[in-house]
């Protein structure tokens, strides 16, 4: 028999040898069976802006011109309580305004001087507006009313008609009706008149009579003004010209029927020196109005005729 004896130094190789074997084969195993790597979570929907808001409503208390409107604030004299009485809920009318600085919301206003500023949304740059108001604040330190509307811009225009079906042929007893129908349809007014104004353009009550009601004419010296109505037969107010002065109009006209003075509302602003601080009326019965701007409360003579009022129907008393 024969013995097969190994070294001590071949048994350790060999061990060495499985055990590389070994570890190279669990190495393996670990690479094909390695864990899936987990999806990142969808990114979180943005963040939806909130609506603005809605504007306060109010129930309309009646039309109001901006003639108005400044008569109230100069009445009220800084008293909120008599301004919201005597402006929230009121309709008014169309008015043309300005936006004074780009970066103000509350910058608008008919004038830069005038004691009145509109809320509008700072997109609103300016034009037509015609709109309810909803809330009426005094400035103490601008010596100003803010009114808030329930929007800005012109009014909105109303949905446009459908057309009424045909109607059924009438009887021939009735087709003599018909000319004299189309001639009395023919006859009616069209389109809405404006406050003290019939649609043809004539003036029927001068106490309402607002300014930018008329046309916008230049007189002497370049004097811009306004003539609103159509003039009575033979009145003595187509000879007068924007411009002139008291003096020279009651001369042409003769003295008014009666007269009055009132202050804008230039007057009321902090070191305003400038001039229509004051306005003077002239009523002529049967004939209208005529307003100058400029002179003060102790001196009247000292105006311009601004704005000329035909109405044929004038009492002649303010």
């Not at 929907?45 to 809605?54: C, E, R, S």
């Not at 809330?135 to 808030?148: L, P």
């Not at 400029?294 to 008393?317: F, K, P, Q, R, V």
């Amino acid at each position: 028999m024969i013995l097969e004896t190994r070294s001590p130094g071949r048994v350790a190789l060999a061990a060495l040898a499985a055990l590389t074997v070994l570890a190279a084969g669990c190495a393996n195993q670990s690479k094909t069976q390695a864990p899936p790597v987990a999806e990142a979570p969808p990114p979180a929907p943005a963040p939806v802006a909130p609506p603005p808001p809605p504007k306060p409503q109010i129930a309309s208390t009646g039309p109001i011109s901006y003639a108005q409107v400044l008569r109230a604030v100069q009445q009220a004299r800084g008293d909120e309580a008599k301004l919201a009485q005597a402006l929230n809920g009121k309709d008014l009318s169309t008015t043309r305004v300005i936006k004074l600085r780009k970066d103000a919301a509350d910058s608008v206003a008919v004038k830069s001087n005038d004691p009145v500023r509109f809320l509008c949304e700072p997109e609103f740059t300016g034009g037509q507006i015609a709109s309810r108001v909803v809330q009426v604040e005094w400035s103490a330190s601008t010596k100003q009313a803010i009114v808030q509307l329930d929007r800005c811009g012109p009014a909105p225009k109303p949905a446009p008609m459908q057309a009424a079906p045909a109607p059924a042929p009438a009887p021939v007893a009735a087709a003599a009706a018909a000319p004299a129908a189309a001639s009395a349809a023919a006859a009616a007014p069209r389109g809405a008149a404006k406050p003290g104004m019939d649609a043809q353009g004539n003036v029927i009550d001068s106490t309402k009579i607002e300014a930018g009601s008329g046309r916008t004419v230049k007189g002497i010296n370049d004097y811009e003004g306004e003539i609103t109505g159509n003039p009575a037969p033979g009145s003595k107010f187509t000879q007068l010209q924007i411009g002139m002065s008291l003096k020279q109009v009651t001369d042409i006209v003769g003295q008014p029927t009666d007269q009055g003075a009132y202050v804008t509302g230039k007057a009321f602003i902090p070191f305003y020196f400038g001039g229509d601080r004051t306005r003077i009326e002239l009523a002529y019965k049967g004939q209208g109005r005529l307003i100058f701007a400029g002179g003060n409360l102790g001196n009247i003579s000292g105006g311009n005729l601004t704005w000329i009022i035909h109405n044929a129907n004038d009492t002649g008393y303010r």
